[in-house]
């Protein structure tokens, strides 16, 4: 950080807040960001409107977010560290087999559930190929995912191959991400099936170590 408060972050380059008030704006845009995506879309959300809608300039808006992508990719990196927070804590008890497919199974359906429940986050997705920087967070986003499950599956199996379990567990998250992507993309039934397909070969890859 230089004296401006200006950071250089993997998304970009903006204001990072060091002030309660400061804070407490970032917040407010990115809440008012939220509310206009789910309203019509990040296509159609525009600076101007987020400013208004969060009573400040566009000058001041600028300060925290140079650009409309800028506020996308925050978004998204928040959401990213829900889900990881939800993966951690899911898998960090897992120390059989039983325990390993029960716990995954379960956060196969609630990731499914959070991509339903928050237009938001299917917005910000469903634009991903488009994003170079999306995509590098996605990535980045299933390395860490991936280390949580190869741990979990290093507990349950122990003179398992390490990094052979990393491998697989880095392509099982990003797979899953893709699948989420692809079930939102289409009917709800189809959606749903071709979710359920995705965790019953994970598992049984699984059940075959």
């Known amino acids: ?39 019509s879309g990040s296509d159609a959300m525009r600076m101007s409107d987020v400013a208004e809608m969060a009573g400040i300039s566009i000058g001041s ?6 650009d409309k992508a800028a506020i996308i990719r925050t978004l998204a990196e928040r ?20 325990g390993l497919r029960r716990a ?3 956060l196969i359906d609630i990731y499914y559930a959070m991509f339903l429940a928050e237009p938001v986050m299917r917005d910000i997705w469903s634009g991903m190929q ?27 199996n122990p003179v398992a191959d390490r990094t052979e379990l ?13 699948t989420m992507r692809l079930a939102i993309s289409v009917d709800r039934a189809e959606g749903d099936a071709l979710v359920e397909h995705f965790k019953n070969m994970v598992l049984r890859e699984m059940d075959q170590e």
């Open 1 to 39: 950080m230089n004296d401006t408060g200006i950071v250089a972050t993997e998304t970009g380059t903006r204001r990072e807040p060091t002030q309660k008030r400061s804070r407490e704006r970032v917040e407010r845009i990115l809440a008012c960001a939220s509310a206009l995506i789910e309203k």
């Open 61 to 66: 808006l600028y300060q925290y977010f140079p």
């Open 79 to 98: 959401y990213n560290v829900a889900g990881q927070q939800c993966i951690a804590e899911g898998l960090e008890g897992v120390s059989d087999k039983v």
């Open 104 to 106: 995954f199974g379960e």
């Open 130 to 156: 488009a994003d170079k920087a999306l995509r590098d967070i996605d990535l980045a986003d299933s390395r860490i995912n991936g280390a949580v499950l190869a741990s979990a599956r290093a507990r349950v």
């Open 166 to 178: 990393e491998r697989s567990s880095f392509l099982i998250m990003q797979l899953g991400e893709a």
